[in-house]
């Protein structure tokens, strides 16, 4: 059984940064795109960015494009969410998605895409404050 799960949220100040984990086991696929997601209150969910399986590949929105970083820890098997300089509309609730299909050339175009994700975690919270 799949389970992913997120970790590394809580309060933060305006500028400040905060890094995010998102842990999954029971994955019996080698190559497979891990996500980024967020839901602001009273907002949609949105998708933040995502990473191959290799970390060679990657996808980031527009809006965090410059201050947000994904990586992938292989040997713990751990993808990070590196948040730099957090303004208060970045508050949210932050989902970690797998994909366990391999990255492909044109990926990039679906990383928002949550049809394209298996599995979900429940969301950590990271509030900004001004």
């Known amino acids: 059984e799949v389970h992913v799960v997120e970790s590394g949220g809580g309060p933060v100040q305006s500028g400040g940064s905060l890094r995010l984990s998102c842990s999954a086991s029971?994955?019996?696929?080698?190559?497979?795109?891990i996500g980024w997601f967020r839901q602001a209150p009273g907002k949609e969910r949105e998708g933040v960015g995502c990473?191959?399986?290799?970390?060679?590949?990657?996808w980031y929105a527009d809006s965090i494009k410059g201050r947000f970083i994904i990586s992938n820890d292989k040997v713990k098997n751990t993808v990070h969410l590196q948040m730099n300089g957090l303004k208060p509309e970045d508050t949210a609730v932050y989902y970690c998605?797998?994909?366990?299909?391999?990255?492909?050339?044109?990926?990039?175009?679906?990383?928002?895409?949550?049809?394209?994700?298996?599995?979900w975690g429940r969301g950590t919270q990271v509030t900004v404050s001004s």
């Open positions: 029971g994955f019996i696929f080698d190559d497979y795109v």
């Open positions: 998605a797998a994909d366990t299909s391999p990255w492909y050339d044109g990926r990039e175009d679906h990383g928002a895409d949550e049809a394209y994700y298996d599995y």
């Open positions: 990473i191959s399986s290799s970390g060679e590949s990657t």
